[in-house]
């Protein structure tokens, strides 16, 4: 066995090839070609192994809120090490631990105290599901156990988190998965006359029809028999949905008026993305449950958590009763040093602050991308933003899958990367391209976003 740092660049190519199986990866594309190996990252750039910078549009995968290369974070990681490098969370403590689930405790909206440890979010979303499900079962609603979750939703990938997931695709090869997952329309205002089939709707409108949704399923499937709603405050997948005005305060009537758990899936939308701690406090809701991970690091060390009401923790303060779920790595003391170092540093900073001053000025950045004939829509909150490409402007007809095939995969991503933009140009929906750079991000980054999206769209439309 060779050690990577004995090895030329070669043969780190040729192992990338040879024992690397990489996620959500077609491999055939890389016959021929190099993977793209991501050696170096410093502030808001990182830098492949010949030496080239990228810009960091996609904040590595929503994750790098802080930016890469901040030595403060790493030199938390190995004092904690020295110190403590494990203990598991079952039946123990430890102080980092415990520190974090006061200090997120602290940031949350409403009750929600109670801090569940994981190691990302799909295990986050997973732990949620089975706390809605036990919470009904041990105060005497027991048929309480269905999802309710939005079309093109990506929840993640473990089998409950799959089943809640909204994309037929990512799901076809895993079936049967978990029953008792129902879908509803998202907030796709752009899409609005198609998915509701009655023209000319107002954002307020739809928000409130597409609430509405949520009440018809509930309803359908038996208010006795659904447990929770599955939602997050910008949805990812499709290309950054935002909620329409009104939307939310009207699924926490209707959740409320059939007893059903409203959580909030953060996983992206949490730590800064949207200019907040939390993305439910973007939009004025307090949800029952937040699931959370990427930012909370920084992505300096993997953390994820489900954050509970008090009231659901209630149950599982008396008796016998336990909550049979856990994680070795959940909570793990280097990566709950590094979130506090980090939640340290977005104090400092004022990162939230600066997400919140720089909105404007990225959304009119992006917003000059309209003039192009391929660009249907730009939308968004904070630092997370979609560009929705189009076949024509004035009836949103979009890509067939062979064009959108050729358009994504057969130039979009090469180029975008290429002319030195690391973001994501995706299909799970209609055609969009996601932005969601660090949250240190300013002006000239977008400028430069905004100047390299601009000549790639450009000549995407002159492909076509």
């Given amino acids: 066995m060779t050690h990577p740092e004995n090895t030329d660049v070669t043969s780190l190519m040729k192992a990338a090839q040879d024992n690397l199986w990489m996620h959500f990866t077609r491999h055939s594309s890389y016959e021929g070609a190099e993977v793209p190996m991501i050696v170096r990252g410093e502030g808001s750039y990182i830098y492949d192994v010949h030496g080239k910078r990228y810009l960091d549009g996609l904040a590595g995968l929503f994750v790098v809120q802080a930016g890469h290369g901040r030595s403060e974070l790493a030199e938390a990681a190995a004092k904690q090490a020295q110190e403590l490098a494990f203990f598991p969370l079952w039946s123990y403590a430890h102080p980092k631990a415990v520190e974090l689930a006061q200090r997120l405790a602290a940031e949350t909206p409403g009750d929600l105290n109670r801090v569940f440890f994981t190691t990302g979010g799909g295990e986050a979303v997973e732990s949620a599901w089975k706390l809605a499900k036990q919470y009904f079962k041990i105060t005497g609603r027991p048929l309480k156990h269905k999802v309710i979750s939005r079309q ?163 149950p599982f303060k008396n008796g016998t009763e336990m909550f049979a779920h856990g994680y070795t790595f959940g909570g793990h003391p280097v990566s709950s040093a590094v979130a506090l170092a980090n939640l340290d540093l977005f104090e400092r900073e004022d990162l939230l602050g600066h997400v919140t001053r720089n909105e404007p000025v990225f959304r009119s950045t992006l917003e000059r991308l309209r003039d192009l004939p391929i660009v249907g829509d730009v939308r968004g909150s904070g630092y997370f933003w979609g560009i929705e490409l189009v076949k024509d402007k004035v009836t949103k007809e979009t890509f067939n899958t062979e064009e959108s095939e050729r358009l994504i995969r057969g130039f979009l991503s090469g180029a975008l990367y290429e002319a030195g933009l690391y973001c994501r140009a995706d299909d799970r929906g209609d055609p969009v391209i996601q932005l969601a750079p660090p949250l240190i991000c300013g002006p000239k980054e977008f400028d430069e976003i905004e100047s390299i999206l601009h000549s790639v769209l450009t000549e995407a439309w002159s492909r076509l």
């Fill in 152 to 314: 093109i939703a990506y929840h993640g990938t473990p089998q409950g988190a799959l089943s809640i997931t909204g994309i037929p695709a990512f799901k076809q090869m895993f079936e049967p998965l978990v029953p008792g997952s129902v879908r509803v329309p998202n907030t796709n205002h752009y899409r609005a006359d198609e998915i509701t089939g009655v023209p000319g709707m107002t954002p307020e409108q739809y928000g409130y029809w597409a609430a509405e949704r949520v009440a018809r399923a509930i309803e359908m499937e038996g208010p006795d028999t659904v447990a929770a709603v599955f939602v997050e405050p910008v949805q990812n997948a499709g290309g950054c949905f935002p909620p329409p005005p009104g939307y939310f305060k009207r699924l926490r009537e209707i959740c409320d008026e059939y007893d059903v758990l409203l959580v909030s899936d953060e996983v992206i939308c949490a730590f800064g993305r949207l200019g907040t701690m939390f993305g439910g406090q973007k939009f004025d809701y307090v949800p029952d449950i937040i699931t959370c991970a990427k930012g909370m690091t920084s992505g300096y060390s993997p953390i994820g958590a489900m954050i509970a009401s008090e009231r659901l923790f209630e």
